[in-house]
């Protein structure tokens, strides 16, 4: 624990859930719970008014969902970190989150500890994924399961890699891991973690599953179709 306290908003439709949630969170000692909402639409309203570090974001939600609110939160200037958080294990609605710039995604039926540790990790800059899910999603979204269009600007992104980057962001397309992408192109893990690292950050982009919608949506990895003429 540090000396930095954490504020956050838990947004969800269901009343014990957000006061069960409140008590695990400031039990922790650095996260203060500073709003709570039951549904996207005030969600919103709270967020702008109370300027969290963190929101706990439901993603099924009446009037407004999750998924929508989170693309609200991250239009603003100097956006909260969202984590999303929901009981169904539904792949498309994961992609449809990260996509509106979810910086993480958990599944509900997590302990304590560990959904103190997700707020922590997203808060100090990392994406908060976990892995069996990550891995899922990636590969789903190689079989073409997103849309074709969740990034507008993707052709002027493309302009800001160089060809071995594009390539890499290929076969991060595939739902490769790095060891899996390092034995296809003949380079070291090492290697291809910092071109992950550096496209990451070329393409602001939050994840690895952002990648691998816009390497789709460019028709980027190998196995995948041309472009439509």
């Known amino acids: 624990m540090t000396d930095t306290v954490i504020r956050v908003v838990v947004v969800d439709d269901q009343t014990l ?3 069960g949630t409140r008590a695990i969170l400031e039990s922790a000692g650095d ?11 005030e969600a919103v309203a709270v967020c702008r008014d109370r300027r969290p570090d963190v929101v706990l974001m439901d993603l099924r ?8 609110a989170t693309a609200r939160l991250k239009k ?7 984590l999303a958080l929901t009981t169904f294990n539904d792949d498309q609605l994961m992609i449809d989150a990260l996509t509106a710039g979810a910086d993480g995604f958990l599944l509900k039926q997590l302990t304590p500890k560990d959904l103190i540790s997700a707020v922590r990790a997203v808060h100090g800059g990392a994406s908060v994924l976990n892995t069996e899910l990550s891995k899922r999603i990636l590969r789903r979204i190689a079989g073409r399961l ?10 002027d992104r493309l302009d800001l890699l160089s060809d071995r980057e594009r390539e890499v962001l290929g076969h ?4 490769l891991n790095n060891a899996e992408i390092a034995e296809r192109l003949y380079m070291s893990v090492s290697t291809v973690k ?10 602001h982009l939050d994840n690895r599953v952002q990648a691998a919608l816009l390497a789709n949506q460019l028709r980027l990895a190998p196995s995948a179709p041309p472009p439509d003429a």
């Open 17 to 19: 859930i957000r006061a």
């Open 31 to 41: 996260i203060d719970v500073v709003g709570e909402a039951a549904d996207g639409a």
């Open 61 to 68: 939600m009446p009037r407004v969902d999750g998924v929508t």
């Open 76 to 82: 603003d200037p100097d956006p909260p970190y969202v």
């Open 146 to 155: 997103t849309p074709p269009t969740a990034f507008p600007d993707a052709a």
């Open 172 to 175: 991060v397309g595939l739902g």
């Open 194 to 203: 910092t071109y992950v690292s550096r496209t990451l950050t070329k393409l």
